[in-house]
Protein backbone atom coordinates (compact mmCIF):
# COMPACT_ATOMS: atom_id res chain seq x y z
CA UNK A 1 0.00 0.00 0.00
CA UNK A 2 2.63 2.43 0.45
CA UNK A 3 3.98 4.36 -2.14
CA UNK A 4 6.93 1.73 -2.65
CA UNK A 5 5.05 -0.91 -2.85
CA UNK A 6 4.15 -0.32 -6.80
CA UNK A 7 7.35 1.05 -8.01
CA UNK A 8 9.08 -0.23 -10.61
CA UNK A 9 12.26 -0.92 -9.30
CA UNK A 10 14.98 0.78 -11.09
CA UNK A 11 16.93 -0.88 -13.87
CA UNK A 12 19.87 -2.01 -13.71
CA UNK A 13 21.91 0.08 -16.54
CA UNK A 14 25.38 -1.35 -17.70
CA UNK A 15 27.98 1.19 -19.24
CA UNK A 16 30.20 -0.21 -22.26
CA UNK A 17 32.15 1.03 -24.78
CA UNK A 18 31.81 0.20 -28.44
CA UNK A 19 33.00 -2.87 -29.22
CA UNK A 20 34.00 -3.48 -32.96
CA UNK A 21 33.80 -6.96 -32.69
CA UNK A 22 30.44 -6.51 -31.94
CA UNK A 23 29.80 -4.40 -35.09
CA UNK A 24 27.23 -6.83 -37.40
CA UNK A 25 24.53 -6.23 -34.50
CA UNK A 26 25.48 -3.16 -32.59
CA UNK A 27 26.06 -0.77 -35.31
CA UNK A 28 22.37 -1.84 -36.38
CA UNK A 29 21.21 -1.59 -32.84
CA UNK A 30 22.88 1.81 -32.49
CA UNK A 31 21.57 3.11 -35.76
CA UNK A 32 18.11 2.61 -34.75
CA UNK A 33 18.14 4.02 -31.44
CA UNK A 34 19.44 7.70 -32.47
CA UNK A 35 17.27 7.33 -35.78
CA UNK A 36 14.44 6.83 -34.40
CA UNK A 37 14.87 10.47 -32.41
CA UNK A 38 15.62 11.93 -36.14
CA UNK A 39 13.02 13.11 -38.53
CA UNK A 40 15.29 11.12 -41.51
CA UNK A 41 18.29 9.15 -40.10
CA UNK A 42 22.10 9.44 -40.62
CA UNK A 43 23.36 7.24 -42.99
CA UNK A 44 25.24 4.01 -42.23
CA UNK A 45 28.48 5.77 -43.77
CA UNK A 46 28.47 8.27 -40.89
CA UNK A 47 27.98 5.56 -38.38
CA UNK A 48 30.91 3.60 -40.01
CA UNK A 49 32.98 7.18 -40.22
CA UNK A 50 32.58 7.61 -36.16
CA UNK A 51 32.49 3.87 -35.22
CA UNK A 52 35.72 2.54 -37.17
CA UNK A 53 37.85 5.66 -35.77
CA UNK A 54 37.08 6.60 -32.61
CA UNK A 55 34.66 3.70 -31.60
CA UNK A 56 36.57 4.07 -28.72
CA UNK A 57 34.65 7.21 -28.12
CA UNK A 58 31.59 5.53 -28.31
CA UNK A 59 29.53 4.36 -24.72
CA UNK A 60 26.47 2.57 -24.58
CA UNK A 61 23.79 2.10 -21.63
CA UNK A 62 22.27 -1.43 -21.45
CA UNK A 63 19.11 -2.68 -19.56
CA UNK A 64 19.96 -6.69 -19.93
CA UNK A 65 20.62 -6.79 -23.43
CA UNK A 66 19.02 -4.04 -24.24
CA UNK A 67 20.85 -1.26 -25.46
CA UNK A 68 19.11 1.95 -24.14
CA UNK A 69 21.40 4.95 -24.61
CA UNK A 70 24.31 5.92 -26.72
CA UNK A 71 26.87 8.69 -27.31
CA UNK A 72 29.11 8.88 -30.53
CA UNK A 73 31.97 11.27 -30.95
CA UNK A 74 35.30 11.50 -32.00
CA UNK A 75 38.29 13.33 -31.57
CA UNK A 76 40.79 14.97 -33.44
CA UNK A 77 43.10 18.31 -34.03
CA UNK A 78 41.15 21.23 -34.65
CA UNK A 79 41.40 24.62 -36.31
CA UNK A 80 45.30 26.21 -34.89
CA UNK A 81 46.19 23.00 -33.43
CA UNK A 82 43.55 22.41 -30.74
CA UNK A 83 42.29 18.88 -29.81
CA UNK A 84 39.07 18.99 -30.26
CA UNK A 85 36.55 16.62 -28.78
CA UNK A 86 33.44 16.36 -30.70
CA UNK A 87 30.01 15.26 -29.25
CA UNK A 88 28.21 13.82 -32.69
CA UNK A 89 25.18 12.02 -31.26
CA UNK A 90 23.42 11.15 -28.16
CA UNK A 91 20.29 9.64 -27.73
CA UNK A 92 18.31 7.79 -24.31
CA UNK A 93 15.49 5.32 -25.05
CA UNK A 94 12.24 7.84 -24.36
CA UNK A 95 10.93 5.47 -21.36
CA UNK A 96 14.92 5.38 -19.33
CA UNK A 97 15.33 9.32 -19.74
CA UNK A 98 15.51 11.97 -16.55
CA UNK A 99 17.60 9.32 -14.64
CA UNK A 100 20.64 10.87 -15.45
CA UNK A 101 22.20 7.95 -18.30
CA UNK A 102 22.86 10.57 -21.04
CA UNK A 103 24.99 12.53 -18.13
CA UNK A 104 26.97 9.80 -17.77
CA UNK A 105 27.43 8.52 -21.21
CA UNK A 106 28.60 12.06 -21.63
CA UNK A 107 31.01 12.00 -18.76
CA UNK A 108 32.44 8.54 -19.71
CA UNK A 109 33.19 10.18 -23.37
CA UNK A 110 34.67 13.18 -22.13
CA UNK A 111 37.03 11.39 -19.52
CA UNK A 112 38.18 9.33 -22.94
CA UNK A 113 38.96 12.47 -24.79
CA UNK A 114 41.00 13.52 -21.61
CA UNK A 115 42.93 10.47 -21.80
CA UNK A 116 43.40 11.40 -25.85
CA UNK A 117 44.57 14.98 -24.56
CA UNK A 118 41.60 16.86 -25.64
CA UNK A 119 41.75 20.52 -25.54
CA UNK A 120 37.62 21.00 -25.83
CA UNK A 121 34.97 19.38 -26.56
CA UNK A 122 32.09 20.66 -28.61
CA UNK A 123 28.77 19.98 -30.50
CA UNK A 124 25.90 21.71 -31.83
CA UNK A 125 22.36 20.86 -30.33
CA UNK A 126 18.98 22.44 -31.65
CA UNK A 127 18.33 26.06 -30.08
CA UNK A 128 14.90 24.18 -28.45
CA UNK A 129 16.56 21.21 -27.05
CA UNK A 130 15.99 22.07 -23.35
CA UNK A 131 17.18 18.61 -22.66
CA UNK A 132 20.16 18.80 -23.89
CA UNK A 133 21.19 22.34 -23.46
CA UNK A 134 20.41 21.91 -19.69
CA UNK A 135 22.19 18.68 -19.54
CA UNK A 136 25.53 19.80 -21.15
CA UNK A 137 25.30 23.42 -19.73
CA UNK A 138 25.05 21.45 -15.98
CA UNK A 139 28.22 19.49 -17.55
CA UNK A 140 29.82 23.00 -17.86
CA UNK A 141 29.52 23.36 -21.58
CA UNK A 142 29.41 27.13 -22.45
CA UNK A 143 27.08 28.38 -25.06
CA UNK A 144 30.05 30.17 -27.73
CA UNK A 145 28.01 30.28 -30.73
CA UNK A 146 24.59 30.32 -32.76
CA UNK A 147 24.44 29.22 -36.14
CA UNK A 148 21.59 30.34 -37.97
CA UNK A 149 19.44 27.28 -39.95
CA UNK A 150 22.17 25.16 -39.02
CA UNK A 151 19.58 22.29 -39.63
CA UNK A 152 18.35 20.99 -42.84
CA UNK A 153 14.79 21.26 -41.03
CA UNK A 154 15.99 25.17 -40.88
CA UNK A 155 16.16 25.18 -36.76
CA UNK A 156 19.09 27.05 -35.77
CA UNK A 157 21.37 25.47 -33.15
CA UNK A 158 24.05 26.44 -30.43
CA UNK A 159 27.51 25.34 -30.95
CA UNK A 160 28.67 24.02 -27.32
CA UNK A 161 32.02 24.07 -26.03
CA UNK A 162 33.54 22.59 -23.09
CA UNK A 163 36.84 23.45 -22.76
CA UNK A 164 39.26 21.27 -20.78
CA UNK A 165 42.48 23.21 -20.47
CA UNK A 166 42.49 26.62 -18.67
CA UNK A 167 45.14 27.25 -21.72
CA UNK A 168 43.16 28.21 -24.68
CA UNK A 169 39.71 29.05 -23.32
CA UNK A 170 39.97 32.63 -23.42
CA UNK A 171 41.14 32.39 -26.73
CA UNK A 172 38.17 30.22 -28.92
CA UNK A 173 35.66 29.92 -26.08
CA UNK A 174 32.98 32.60 -26.50
CA UNK A 175 32.76 33.48 -30.03
CA UNK A 176 35.27 31.25 -32.77
CA UNK A 177 34.91 33.99 -35.33
CA UNK A 178 36.70 36.10 -32.86
CA UNK A 179 39.43 33.40 -33.97
CA UNK A 180 38.75 33.82 -38.09
CA UNK A 181 36.58 30.61 -37.97
CA UNK A 182 34.45 31.93 -40.22
CA UNK A 183 33.78 29.53 -42.58
CA UNK A 184 32.10 26.92 -40.37
CA UNK A 185 29.75 25.86 -43.41
CA UNK A 186 32.46 25.37 -46.22
CA UNK A 187 32.28 21.31 -46.32
CA UNK A 188 28.64 20.25 -46.20
CA UNK A 189 28.23 16.64 -47.91
CA UNK A 190 25.03 15.47 -48.88
CA UNK A 191 25.05 11.63 -47.62
CA UNK A 192 23.62 12.95 -43.63
CA UNK A 193 22.50 15.98 -42.57
CA UNK A 194 20.50 16.85 -39.11
CA UNK A 195 17.09 16.88 -38.87
CA UNK A 196 16.40 17.88 -35.70
CA UNK A 197 17.39 16.46 -32.46
CA UNK A 198 20.74 14.96 -33.03
CA UNK A 199 24.05 17.01 -32.05
CA UNK A 200 25.80 16.83 -35.17
CA UNK A 201 23.57 18.22 -37.63
CA UNK A 202 25.57 19.33 -40.94
CA UNK A 203 28.59 17.30 -41.66
CA UNK A 204 30.58 19.88 -41.83
CA UNK A 205 32.35 18.46 -38.28
CA UNK A 206 32.87 15.21 -39.51
CA UNK A 207 35.93 16.19 -41.33
CA UNK A 208 36.35 13.60 -43.84
CA UNK A 209 36.65 13.29 -47.37
CA UNK A 210 34.85 10.44 -48.73
CA UNK A 211 33.03 11.24 -51.91
CA UNK A 212 29.39 12.56 -52.25
C1 LIG B 1 18.79 14.71 -24.40
C2 LIG B 1 18.73 13.30 -23.86
C3 LIG B 1 19.87 12.49 -24.44
C4 LIG B 1 18.83 13.35 -22.33
O1 LIG B 1 18.87 12.02 -21.83
P1 LIG B 1 18.60 11.70 -20.30
O2 LIG B 1 19.19 10.36 -20.01
O3 LIG B 1 17.19 11.94 -19.98
O4 LIG B 1 19.49 12.82 -19.61
P2 LIG B 1 19.82 12.91 -18.06
O5 LIG B 1 18.89 12.08 -17.26
O6 LIG B 1 21.28 12.70 -17.90
O7 LIG B 1 19.42 14.40 -17.83
C5 LIG B 1 20.23 15.36 -17.32
C6 LIG B 1 19.42 16.61 -17.21
O8 LIG B 1 18.90 17.01 -18.47
C7 LIG B 1 17.67 17.67 -18.25
N1 LIG B 1 16.58 16.96 -18.85
C8 LIG B 1 16.52 15.65 -19.17
N2 LIG B 1 15.34 15.39 -19.76
C9 LIG B 1 14.68 16.56 -19.82
C10 LIG B 1 13.43 16.95 -20.36
N3 LIG B 1 12.61 16.06 -20.93
N4 LIG B 1 13.08 18.27 -20.28
C11 LIG B 1 13.91 19.18 -19.71
N5 LIG B 1 15.10 18.86 -19.20
C12 LIG B 1 15.48 17.57 -19.26
C13 LIG B 1 17.48 17.74 -16.78
O9 LIG B 1 18.14 18.87 -16.29
C14 LIG B 1 18.19 16.50 -16.36
O10 LIG B 1 18.48 16.46 -15.03
P3 LIG B 1 17.30 16.25 -13.94
O11 LIG B 1 16.52 15.05 -14.40
O12 LIG B 1 18.06 16.01 -12.66
O13 LIG B 1 16.52 17.52 -13.96
C15 LIG B 1 17.37 12.60 -24.20
O14 LIG B 1 16.32 13.47 -23.84
C16 LIG B 1 17.23 12.23 -25.67
O15 LIG B 1 17.64 11.14 -26.08
N6 LIG B 1 16.65 13.13 -26.47
C17 LIG B 1 16.50 12.90 -27.89
C18 LIG B 1 17.83 12.98 -28.65
C19 LIG B 1 18.55 14.28 -28.35
O16 LIG B 1 17.97 15.34 -28.27
N7 LIG B 1 19.88 14.16 -28.21
C20 LIG B 1 20.73 15.28 -27.89
C21 LIG B 1 21.29 15.88 -29.13
S1 LIG B 1 22.50 17.09 -28.78
Known amino acids: MSAQSTD ?12 SAQE ?7 RSLISSDLSEPYSIYVYRYFLYQWGNLCYMASDGDQIIGVVVSKLEEHRGGVMRGYIAMLAVKEQ ?5 IATKLVRMAIDAMIVGDADEVALETEITNTAAIKLYER ?3 LRSKRLHRYYLNGSSAFRLLLPLKSQGI ?3 NHDEDECGHEHEHEHDHEHDHGHGRECGGHDHEHGHSHSH
Open 170 to 172: HDC
Open 96 to 100: YRSQG
Open 8 to 19: VPPAKIVYSRYD
Open 24 to 30: PTQLETI
Open 139 to 141: LGF
